[in-house]
Each structure stands twice: as C-alpha cells, then as structure tokens.
C-alpha cells in the first residue's frame, strides 16, 4: 500500500510541475590536447581532427585481404577514421610546433589545431618556431589560418630538399595533374612565410633549437623529416608520415602506401625506425596513429606490438 501511495504521489507532482525531459546529448568530442612531461620539456600533443581514409585501397599489401583481416583483428572498418596530430613543445626557453594540421583543407572533420593549441592555454603568437616534417596539406595546411600567417612571430623551418621539390614551378610542371594541386597548396602556405622573412630552411640532420634535431628520412617525400627531441636523458621521435596505418604497419612495417614519393625509399626508413625506438625504448609521436599518437614499439617477431603512453593526470 505504501508503494502504491508513493507511485501515486510521484504521478501528481509530474502533473503539477511537468514532467522532467532527459538531458539532451551533446555530440561534441572534448578539446582535442593531451600533455605529457619529457625530462623537463613540456609536450602537447593537438589533434586537427580525422580523416576518413579507404586504407584498404590505398596501402600496397603483402597478401590479399591482409588489410582487411588486421582492421578487423583490431575492431576497426573502412573507410578508417584516423587522427591527424601535431605536437607543441616547450622547452622552456622556445615554444615550438611540429606540423600543424591541414585547416579544414579536407572538410570539417579537420582544421581544429588552432583552437586546440588555444585550449590548452596557448596563443598562437606566442610559438616561436614551426617545423614540418613535410609539406603535405594535412601537415602544412595550418601555417595559415584566413589567409593570414597562423603564427606570426614564428620562424617556419623546413628540410631544403623538401622546400626546394615542392616550391619548384619545374617541378610541379613536369608532375601528373593530377599531383600539381599539391604543389599549389604548398607554395600557398609558404610564401607568406618567405614574404614576411619568416622562412629558414635547414639542411641535413642538424639540431634546430636545444634539445631539438632534425633527422632526415627521406622517401615518403623527397625531404620528409622526422623530429627527435630529447631532454633529461629522455627522448621522444616525431615521426610525420613515416607509418600511416597502425593495425597494418606495426605487424607488418613492409606495407607501403600510395602517398609515398618513393616507397622503395620510405619502407626501409620506416624499418630502420621502428627497430631503433624498439630497442632504445623512447616515445614516439606519430601524426597518424589514434589522438593522442603517443607510445612506444616493442619487437614482436617480424613485426611491432604499438604501447600507447599510459595516461598521467601529473601537471
């Protein structure tokens, strides 16, 4: 009887106040930064969002049906969501920016780095130097942002080889129509860097800033560079587009993609990679790996099992 009075009593007050509509969804992802401390460098990894790839259509692989038979291994499907990351790293004296997404050059699913970097309680002005591992939209696309320098006070360093390939009128002229859009999208984001005295191109392997070296792994472009930073005895690899597709490329770092300039070149570099951050077990950051992007390899037969970096609520 007293459960019927409470029933009761919980129908009239409805009637009386109106009944209570469930809390509308969001449909919104959190700010898309991660940090983490590297010796006494602060590293803050930013995604620009993702990009719906058909992987299975664009990696070369080894057997048929193994891309397919991996994703599925790993629970995931086509076309594959992946994550396009830079990383901020502020070694105390410099704040310095690895790649800066591709500023909705592939839709609304990307274009977020900006805003990101702004979350996480920086302002673009204050980036001193922005490095990009090559010169691909979705790397260099966000040097602008409304046709405007992105980072105004920053000095943009590239590698020479890779500047002077896509800078190139002979080159673009002499490459398919279908590829020559690339060159444009890349000669748009640098020359207001070259106009406003901001652009310094670097050379070979060279360190850039302390603490901070450029490491040439040419191939998948013709001067794609990776990013080693190191303090305190601790390393972390910025890797770029040295690997696309972790559920494929961790087994197997044979599987090459049709965005190489020169498969032949980038695989090797890729090998040589992954067995250097297995064996010296150092961090590596990888554009294209799930947001965050930040782990470590360890060998695995043939291949590499990916450690994602265990999560610290440390400041």
Not at 3 to 28: D, H, R, V, Y
Not at 35 to 48: K, Q, S, Y
Not at 153 to 175: D, F, K
Request: proline share 6%; charged share 15%.
């Amino acid at each position: 009887m007293r459960s019927l009075n409470a029933a009761a009593l919980a129908l009239t007050l409805a009637a009386s106040f109106g009944a209570q509509a469930a809390a509308p969804q969001i449909k919104a992802q959190a700010p898309g930064y991660y940090r983490m401390m590297l010796g006494d460098f602060e590293v803050t990894a930013l995604n620009d969002g993702t990009l719906m790839l058909p992987v299975d259509k664009l990696l070369r692989e080894n057997q048929p049906g193994q891309v397919l038979r991996a994703l599925q291994q790993a629970y995931l499907g086509l076309p594959l969501e992946t994550s396009v990351n830079g990383y901020l790293i502020n070694t105390g004296s410099k704040l310095v920016l690895i790649d800066t997404g591709a500023a909705g050059a592939y839709g609304p699913s990307t274009g977020r780095l900006l805003a990101h970097l702004k979350a996480a309680g920086y302002q673009p002005e204050q980036v001193d130097e922005v490095y990009i591992t090559h010169l691909h939209s979705d790397h260099a696309g966000g040097l602008l942002a409304e046709g405007k320098l992105a980072y105004p006070n920053a000095t943009l360093r590239i590698a020479r080889q890779e500047a002077e390939h896509w800078l190139s009128e002979a080159a673009m002229a002499a490459a398919p129509e279908a590829a020559r859009g690339g060159f444009k999208a890349a000669q748009a984001v640098v020359k207001p860097y070259q106009e406003a005295g901001r652009f310094k191109p670097f050379d070979g392997d060279v360190e850039l800033v302390p603490g901070v070296r450029a490491v040439a792994t040419h191939g998948h472009t013709p001067g794609h560079t990776v990013y080693m930073v190191e303090s305190k005895g601790q390393k972390l690899a910025v890797w770029g587009d040295l690997m696309h597709v972790a559920a494929v490329q961790f087994p197997d770092p044979t599987v090459t993609i049709t965005f190489d300039s020169d498969s032949a070149k980038a695989m090797p570099q890729r090998q040589k990679a992954y067995a250097a951050a297995a064996e010296a077990g150092y961090y590596v950051a990888v554009a294209h790996v799930s947001f965050p992007g930040i782990g470590r390899l360890r060998a695995d037969g043939k291949g590499y099992q990916w450690l994602p970096a265990n999560y610290s609520s440390k400041p």
